[in-house]
């Protein structure tokens, strides 16, 4: 049974910065996974949060958000493809994918689009 990866995005402001981090998942692990992207900017219908995700995403600044079999492996910062790989290997979080250094560029980058 394949695992399943979801990716959990605001995008608002532009091409998602996510589609080359999907594309390396999809072509490293082929069948043995399931990735599904969402985009929370462009709500479409129902999405499979656990009430608690639901919670966090309202009260954190968590996005972007990987889940892998239910388990939440990274938050706000996509992991590098090395890290990845392990992540979706093992099901869990490193020791630094909850809680990433985010640079300067990125903290700029993570600010609310302005209508």
Same mark, same amino acid.
């Given at each position: 049974?394949p695992r399943?990866?979801? +990716?959990?995005?605001?995008? #608002? =402001?532009?091409?998602? *910065?996510?589609t080359? *981090?999907?594309? *390396?998942?999809q072509?490293? *692990?082929?069948?043995?996974?399931?990735?599904r992207?969402?985009? +929370?900017?462009k709500r479409?219908g129902? %999405?499979? $949060?656990?009430?608690?995700?639901? $919670?966090k995403?309202?009260?954190?600044? =968590?996005?972007? $958000? +990987?889940?892998?079999?239910?388990?939440?492996?990274?938050q706000?910062k %996509?992991?590098?493809f %090395?890290?990845a790989?392990? $992540?979706?290997r093992t099901?869990?979080p490193?020791q630094?994918? %909850?809680?990433?250094?985010l640079?300067?560029?990125?903290?700029t980058?993570?600010?609310? #689009?302005?209508?």
């Open positions: 049974m399943t990866i979801q +990716l959990f995005e605001e995008n #608002c =402001c532009g091409p998602s *910065f996510s080359d *981090f999907v594309s *390396f998942l072509r490293r *692990f082929g069948a043995e996974v399931e990735v992207v969402f985009d +929370l900017a479409n129902r %999405l499979p $949060l656990s009430p608690d995700l639901i $919670l995403i309202q009260t954190e600044e =968590c996005l972007p $958000l +990987l889940v892998v079999d239910g388990v939440v492996v990274a706000r %996509l992991p590098n %090395l890290e790989v392990g $992540l979706v099901g869990q490193s630094t994918s %909850l809680n990433p250094s640079s300067a560029a990125e903290m980058g993570r600010q609310r #689009c302005q209508p």
